[in-house]
């Protein structure tokens, strides 16, 4: 069994900045990619970034020069540096993971339970 385990979120005023962390524990035998998604209020869950186990990332444009992403291979960890936040950004903001727990198994997918984000403007 494998859990993500995510923290940082809160209120912050426009223009402040927030880290979120992820952990990811359990029956872990590869870790491929972690990343970020979020849902605000009446819309669909959107990727905001990810990140490969060779550190490749990626981002959404609407958050592009503002978040980066990164990751601790050896603590199964990834983390989200939010700077610049706008009123747009706020939601609930969800780990993701594609993990294999086991050899003989492929990639799975695995989700933390979500933490809230507001910018107040």
């Known amino acids: 069994q494998v859990q993500l385990v995510e923290s940082g979120g809160g209120l912050v005023q426009a223009g402040g900045s927030l880290r979120l962390s992820c952990a990811a524990s359990?029956?872990?035998?590869?870790?491929?990619?972690m990343g970020w998604y979020r849902q605000a209020p009446g819309k669909q869950r959107e990727l905001v970034a990810i990140?490969?186990?060779?550190?490749?990332?990626g981002y959404a444009d609407s958050v592009k020069g503002r978040f980066t992403i990164s990751g601790d291979n050896a603590k199964n960890t990834v983390y989200l540096q939010m700077n610049s936040l706008e009123p747009e950004d706020t939601a609930v903001y969800y780990c993701?993971?594609?993990?294999?727990?086991?050899?003989?198994?492929?990639?799975?997918?695995?989700w933390g339970q979500g933490t809230q984000v507001t910018v107040s403007s």
């Open positions: 359990g029956t872990i035998f590869s870790n491929n990619a």
């Open positions: 993701h993971a594609k993990i294999a727990p086991l050899w003989y198994r492929g990639s799975e997918d695995y």
């Open positions: 990140i490969s186990s060779d550190g490749i990332t």
